[in-house]
């Protein structure tokens, strides 16, 4: 016999003060949307999300969601879904301002971190390449971080992609979101408020170049001291380093386990909406 007992708390569930600051910008049902008929919506957006956190903090793959979340197939349907037509990455821009207007911050940033992240990837999958620098076989993050370590924008690249042509391609998708304002981004903000800074030697030469002449901005390489020896916390560089220390305690993202590039950047989009949730709801 089957009882109506609520199910397990896991730690990786909302609790109430965090859906309430999530549950605002989550799709509305409509009368438009019920006249398309169909078979009504059986679970709510909380448990769904529940679902999706627990996958990319635990790494299970979607066939080995607990029994007492929503069937997987369900779960698996709209993470899909909000990858294809960009909710993951609106999320996370919503949230992003949020976070940043309690810390007293304007809504949008005048500085930004680049830096990438080689990571190995398993058998299988498109984008996937040998970066001989860090000898790993796999594929590259290419991030654009605030000065909160927050992510603005994330491209994934086989590893083989060098820095600088992942930069050019990230630093080009922010410029059209600030410069050509879409009803799916908004506006960003002056274009003269945008001074990007990159972590890493490898942006030097024709992307500086490339960057003052197609988008106006001047890049600025954070680079260690000649003769430089031992740890040395270096301006802006430790930021986005601890934003890949944040990804990278999300066991799923631990490797690049995703066969589509695309489906990896929605998990990094869905690792920081968890934290920032989480920001957001604590006093």
């Known amino acids: 016999m089957t009882t109506n007992q609520p199910r397990k708390v896991y730690p990786t569930d ?7 600051v999530i549950a605002p910008l989550m799709p509305q049902s409509s009368v438009t949307d019920r006249e398309r008929g169909g078979r009504p919506r059986l679970h709510s957006w909380r448990e ?19 029994h007492d979340f929503p069937p997987w197939q369900s779960v698996y349907h709209y993470f899909r879904e909000w990858r294809i037509d960009g909710k993951w990455e609106k999320l996370n821009e ?11 911050r304007h809504r949008q940033p005048s500085a930004a971190i680049l830096d990438s992240q080689a990571v190995k990837s398993v058998e299988g999958g498109e984008e996937r390449g040998h ?15 605030d000065t909160l370590g927050l992510v603005r924008l994330v491209t994934v690249t086989a590893a083989s992609v060098q820095d600088s042509d992942g930069g050019r391609t990230v630093l080009q998708a922010v410029y059209e979101r600030i410069s050509h304002p879409q009803p799916r981004y908004g506006r960003g903000g002056p274009l003269c408020r945008f001074a990007p800074s990159a972590g890493d030697g490898g942006y030097r030469g024709a992307l500086i170049e490339w960057v003052k002449a197609a988008l106006g901005w001047q890049l600025s390489i954070v680079e260690k001291a000649e003769g430089q020896k031992g740890f040395v916390l270096l301006p802006r560089r430790w930021v986005v380093e601890r934003t890949f220390a944040w990804l990278n305690r999300q066991r799923r993202l631990s490797k690049d386990y995703e066969r589509l590039t695309k489906t990896s950047e929605a998990f990094i989009y869905v690792a920081m909406i968890r934290l920032m949730v989480r920001k957001l709801a604590h006093d």
């Open 14 to 20: 909302l609790n109430d003060k965090q859906w309430n």
């Open 48 to 66: 769904i999300l529940n679902a999706i956190f627990y996958v990319v903090k635990n790494g299970c793959h979607w066939r080995g969601l607990p």
């Open 131 to 145: 970066d001989q620098h860090k000898n790993v076989w796999g594929r590259k993050r290419h991030l654009i971080v």
């Open 94 to 104: 919503a949230l992003r301002k949020q976070l940043r207007e309690k810390q007293g």
